[in-house]
């Protein structure tokens, strides 16, 4: 292309969708801008008028707004408009105007359109159907996933197998030249038991032995070296399909506590998964965490381990860990530090009198926890629960795993919804009554415990008593149109920014923050808008994607409208994340709030998109639970 | 006011001088370019076929020094076609100095195999003709094509030029407030493309590529009309 135009191609080259275009798509495009400038305060786009070009912003900035007048968008150097009317062949919908000098680069229709015809994900950015929200996410996901990765992928060689007839000394010959911890021990088949074919002949894998094995049931033992291995091989084999997820055998090597895990495909064994690949691979850390928190023997033991906590959290999320895998594992160590500070507590105070439920509230029910936490949490106890003769044990147990909790970084919550209070620390059937009274007479106290109590989740004890709860929740309120108006209202209290100008973070209304809190403006309300609907639905879900996954069993939502709340959903938390390792990173301590400075031009982006997202669910929220005019009850 | 009014009406009677040359320049590209016929002066600036135009040269003195790039972009006051940009590098009769390549980047191996001036020239006036041609600072390309053209036609071009830097003198260097700023011992605003440019908050491009720059001065006219004057202002009050 002319040397002469590199200037224009250039800047374009740096902004979002232009910056993934092919160099000749790129030069295709810059041989036919036009230009034209625009004074401060002059008219861009005239709604109803006749478009033909993408609009580029070289230099200036440029409103847009909505035909009744209110602010649409702020938009500023490298920012586009026009294309939702251009892919429509529409008139301008949303007129625009230069709020200062403005310099306009246009990209003639038939480009445009040849663009997007031809380049996937600049289409995936303009077209309003599929929205480069959901594509970032994708992208974000198809680097690494331990959810989809599979496990034969991280299998590098073919599992040595040994016969049961061979002693534990050529085993151990075998192990050392093949330079493996383990080897997987064959019989051959007999009568129909499950088989495999190996040279030709039928066989059936009787067990697995390790370099421990050979430590423990063979020196330790004394046994001689002619031992024969089908003698001591261990008794419990525990196997995993090749086309498992990567995340299924972490979390069943970290149930049965082994290092080793035979890979099948079918009965065939193809390998031998080393704990080690999956810490090579990822979120290594959190595996080795959550044995570390049952190891230890103290609370200052527990909290020794939070900068491990830290670490786990930011190595999940460098390997590219989507929030869902982030939300699991946090919650997950936040969990295993609830119940082993119970089991000391325990341990101390002797077995507990009546059976109890220690409940997660909040996030770590949801699943959900990201670094900054601080406890929700409550005692359910079995209805035979005396307050005189036990509360001064259960009092004592909650005491000891909130100050326990606090020392271990999950500050004491400022709204006093732990297992401390008295009024948390109840009988199920006065749970039961709270949890009635709540849904059926909402006030906006009672409203604001149902927002904190309706997510709620077993951590230790009697699962059943939460389970009870859950179903108590799930039938009763979609009964309740009443309620569910009630907690719309309340969804729609927060709200999110309009989007981001330069550095700042721009309001409705117009006004410029230099900071915003991601979980306030962004995953919270979210959070509240899904839990409306799953309640609606009578999901006994917790976890926000798989209520979203109950949602769109219904006909609740219009069409496309759940997906795009989940990619929202997903790309605020991923930010609110990553920000939080960048916190980590600069030894700064992690809040949920982001520098819109330090916001990527392509984040930025998506971020607005997010936030449009939010907006018109808040919309729809309130749309379709309308307020009753008869009172239900 | 009254200085603007002197202006116009001592402005050279462009359509008089073209239907002149029309009948008397010997060479038929000339004669075809003056009957294409210049804009009338009372034609409103946003109705006028504008063309930027700069160009690259050996030094500053049109009798020893040489063009060795020209950028054309044809546009109007709602849009500059870049796609309809021209832009030729061509070989100077005189060698080029060192100092010259420091400023246009030009090498020789550049212009080595580049056209002579002359050849490019039925090119340049279909491009030119018709259309109000647009500079910064006109004391460089009209003489330069002049000279070039007449030293190969043996005849030379004249035509009207809307000068950017010109209409940044009459507001920075002419009216009452400069000469205050004058008088006060400040330096003068600078009225160069870049610093212009800036003034209208349009952005820095990297100066001294004729097409770069002629594409420059379009955003600056644009911005100096939608600034200072209005559409409906005719063409006879903004050229000189």
């Given at each position: 292309m002319d040397v002469e135009l590199l200037e224009i191609r250039e800047h374009m080259g740096?902004?979002?969708?232009?910056?993934?275009?092919?160099e000749e798509l790129l030069d295709e495009m810059v041989n036919q801008v036009e230009v034209a400038y625009f004074k401060a305060d002059s008219v861009i786009l005239e709604a109803g008028g006749k478009i033909g070009d993408l609009h580029y912003i070289r230099s200036g900035a440029v409103e847009i707004r909505r035909r009744?007048?209110?602010?649409?968008n702020r938009l500023g150097e490298g920012d586009i408009f026009g294309h939702f009317s251009l892919l429509r062949h529409h008139p301008v919908r949303f007129p625009a105007r230069a709020i200062e000098d403005t310099l306009i680069y246009f990209i003639p229709k038939f480009i445009f359109l040849n663009l997007c015809e031809a380049d996937e994900d600049f289409a995936d950015f303009v077209e309003l159907g599929r929205p480069r929200l959901e594509s970032a996410v994708e992208k974000q996901q198809k680097s690494n996933n331990l959810m989809t990765?599979?496990?034969?992928?991280?299998?590098s060689r073919r599992p040595l197998l040994v016969e049961a007839d061979m002693t534990v000394q050529q085993i151990a010959q075998r192990m050392s030249e093949e330079y493996v911890s383990a080897a997987l021990v064959i019989t051959p088949v007999e009568g129909g038991e499950p088989s495999f074919v190996h040279e030709t002949r039928s066989w059936q894998l009787q067990g697995i032995i390790t370099d421990l094995d050979l430590r423990n049931r063979v020196l330790a033992q004394g046994l001689?070296?002619?031992?024969?291995?089908g003698d001591v091989v261990s008794p419990r084999l525990i196997t995993i399909q090749s086309d498992e997820s990567v995340h299924e055998a972490m979390l069943c090597m970290l149930r049965c506590n082994i290092h080793h895990l035979p890979v099948l495909n079918r009965r065939q064994p193809v390998g031998v998964l080393y704990l080690s690949d999956i810490i090579r691979y990822e979120t290594n850390t959190s595996l080795y965490l959550v044995s570390n928190i049952f190891n230890q023997t103290d609370v200052r033991g527990l909290a020794a381990l939070v900068p491990d906590v830290r670490n786990a959290f930011a190595h999940m999320v460098k390997e590219g860990a989507n929030s869902m895998m982030v939300g699991s594992a946090m919650s997950t160590i936040g969990r295993s530090f609830t119940r082993r500070l119970l089991e000391l507590a325990e341990e101390e105070?002797?077995?507990?009198?009546v059976p109890y439920c220690f409940m997660a509230l909040g996030s770590m029910a949801r699943n959900e926890?990201?670094?900054v936490t601080d406890q929700d949490n409550a005692l359910i106890l079995d209805d035979r629960f005396d307050p005189t003769e036990h509360d001064a044990y259960f009092a004592a147990l909650a005491k000891r795993v909130s100050e326990g909790l606090d020392a271990c970084?999950?500050?004491?919550?400022k709204g006093d919804?732990?297992?401390?209070n008295t009024r948390w620390r109840q009988p199920l059937r006065v749970w039961k009554q709270y949890f009635s009274d709540w849904i059926e007479d909402p006030t906006p106290e009672r409203l604001l415990h149902s927002s904190i109590f309706f997510d709620l989740d077993s951590?230790?004890?009697?699962?059943a008593f939460a389970e009870q709860l859950q179903d108590l929740v799930a039938a009763k309120a979609s009964q309740h149109p009443l309620f569910l108006a009630a907690m719309a209202r309340n969804a729609l209290n927060r709200k999110p920014p309009l989007g981001f100008f330069r550095t700042f973070v721009m309001e409705k209304d117009g006004k410029h923050n230099d900071i915003i809190n991601l979980k306030r403006r962004g995953t919270a309300p979210l959070v509240e808008l899904i839990r409306v609907h799953a309640l609606a639905c009578g999901s006994?879900?917790?976890n926000s994607f798989d209520r979203l996954d109950d949602i769109a069993k219904?006909?609740?939502?219009?069409?496309?409208s759940g997906e795009r709340i989940r990619y929202a959903f997903e790309f605020l938390s991923m930010v609110r994340i990553r920000h939080q390792v960048i916190d980590i990173e600069q030894q700064q301590t992690p809040d949920n709030n982001i520098e819109?400075?330090?916001?990527s031009d392509s984040e930025r982006h998506h971020l607005k998109d997010a936030f449009q997202v939010l907006s018109n669910a808040q919309k729809f929220l309130k749309f379709r639970y309308p307020i009753p005019t008869t009172r239900s009850r | 006011m009254l200085s603007r009014r002197h202006r116009s009406s001592d402005s050279p009677g462009w359509q008089e001088y073209y239907t002149q040359q029309a009948r008397k320049a010997g060479d038929t590209r000339l004669r075809e370019f003056y009957a294409?016929?210049?804009?009338?002066?009372?034609?409103?600036i946003a109705d006028a076929p504008l063309i930027a135009l700069d160009i690259e040269t050996t030094g500053l003195d049109s009798r020893r020094h040489s063009i060795v790039s020209i950028g054309l972009v044809p546009f109007t006051l709602q849009r500059i076609h870049l796609s309809q940009r021209r832009y030729w590098v061509v070989c100077p009769p005189r060698p080029l100095s060192e100092q010259s390549i420091t400023v246009h980047r030009l090498t020789h191996s550049d212009v080595a195999d580049a056209p002579d001036l002359g050849e490019i020239l039925d090119e340049l006036f279909v491009s030119l003709s018709g259309r109000l041609a647009v500079v910064h600072f006109r004391h460089i390309e009209r003489p330069f094509l002049d000279a070039a053209i007449k030293r190969r036609l043996g005849e030379g071009l004249k035509f009207p030029v809307i000068d950017t830097m010109s209409l940044e003198a009459r507001r920075h260097r002419q009216s009452s407030w400069a000469r205050l700023r004058r008088w006060l011992g400040r330096p003068p605003v600078s009225i160069r493309l870049h610093n212009s440019r800036l003034r209208y908050g349009l952005p820095p491009y990297a100066a001294h590529h004729a097409l770069v720059d002629a594409l420059a001065t379009a955003e600056l006219l644009q911005a100096q009309i939608a600034r200072?004057?209005?559409?409906?202002?005719?063409?006879g009050e903004l050229w000189s």
């Open positions: 740096r902004f979002s969708p232009f910056d993934g275009l092919s009744n007048g209110d602010l649409y990765t599979r496990v034969r992928k991280l299998l001689p070296a002619a031992t024969l291995v105070l002797g077995p507990p009198p926890q990201s670094l970084g999950y500050t004491l919550c919804v732990m297992a401390t951590v230790h004890g009697e699962e006994r879900a917790q219904t006909q609740l939502l219009p069409e496309g819109p400075g330090n916001v | 294409a016929g210049s804009v009338a002066p009372q034609t409103p200072h004057y209005s559409p409906d202002t005719p063409v």
